[in-house]
């Protein structure tokens, strides 16, 4: 699980770990991490927490991850992609990447693909469906499909952290969208959905605070969720016996619901997946760096 330091990441592992889940936790920050340790193992002695270093933003640092993780050989049941950022002003990743994108969707994506064969193994071998689960937003339902351009995503020429933002949620339910296809067509005992939490009290929302006006934040803070009330659906549809057998949905208040029409339009799915890929192997092939499996593109 990455993204697990604090607010929904870190509620979601408290209850993964006290279902008896053995939680790895991919994080930026290893201080505050090794905190969020101490308070689940404080609550529930038998925890069995692991530990490991990850920048989302950076495509190598993605790639030492997935290396030092399948070097541990543990199983691989559950996935879920939680990190997210919110950037009010342009930034760019090492590889010169706008960075939000950056982080929401393509350190998820590479990370994903290279650990979805481990995924597949497990399931193979334990008997049990294999779930993933992208974070995603009600946001996405801002983005128009003429501002959806693959290159503006990467490079944005006129900046908006809001927009930038709603575009990587958008990415992630597409991602979804496409993998699930992918993983049938397989027949791969693995799932994967995407996942609105609610709009929680969390940093991003901190963030976000600036662009709004006072008043209209404190109408918002009175219909924000508790963080708990945030983890809710995302830790039904990782655990929960009636989300079994469901792939490429979209789930918010621990139920099916709709997404946008652009969501649902699998030729954006599949071309997201297939340029997000060529992306990734030039960059993995520059750098020297081994090239990740083949599943994604068509």
């Known amino acids: 699980m990455k993204g697990g330091t604090s607010g929904i990441g870190a509620e979601t592992a408290r209850v993964l770990a006290k279902r008896g889940v053995r939680v790895v936790m991919a994080v930026r920050d290893m201080k505050k991490a090794e905190m969020v340790k101490e308070r689940i193992v404080r609550e529930n002695p038998e925890a069995d927490i692991r530990l490991f270093e990850i920048d989302l933003s950076s495509l190598s640092s993605v790639d030492r991850f997935c290396s030092q993780f399948l070097s541990q050989d543990l199983p691989l049941n559950i996935l879920i992609n939680n990190a997210g950022v919110f950037s009010p002003n342009l930034e760019f990743s090492e590889e010169k990447i706008e960075l939000t994108f950056a982080t929401n969707f393509l350190g998820h994506y590479l990370l ?16 049990i469906e294999g779930r993933i689960i992208n974070l995603s937003s009600v946001i996405h339902n801002w983005v128009k499909p003429d501002c959806f351009s ?8 006129r900046y908006n952290g809001t927009r930038a933002y709603a575009q990587s949620k958008m990415a992630t339910i597409l991602h979804a969208k496409a993998l699930s296809k992918q993983l049938k067509d397989r027949n791969a005992n693995v799932t994967i959905n995407a996942v609105h939490p609610g709009i ?42 009636e989300a079994k057998g469901s792939s490429g949905k979209y789930f918010a208040d621990c139920n099916e619901t709709n997404c946008s029409d652009l969501a649902n339009d699998e030729s954006v799915a599949f071309k997201l997946c297939t340029q997000s890929r060529a992306l990734i192997h030039d960059y993995l092939h520059e750098s020297q760096i081994h090239s990740f499996p083949n599943l994604c593109p068509l």
């Open 150 to 157: 693959f290159p503006k995503l990467l490079h944005p020429i």
């Open 112 to 127: 994903t693909e290279m650990l979805i064969k481990k995924m597949i193994d497990t399931a193979e071998k334990s008997g």
């Open 200 to 241: 929680v009290k969390t940093g991003i929302i901190r963030a976000h605070k600036g662009l709004l006006t006072d008043s209209l934040f404190l109408i918002a803070s009175k219909l924000l969720k508790s963080i708990s009330q945030g983890a809710a659906t995302t830790c039904y549809v990782a655990l929960s016996n």
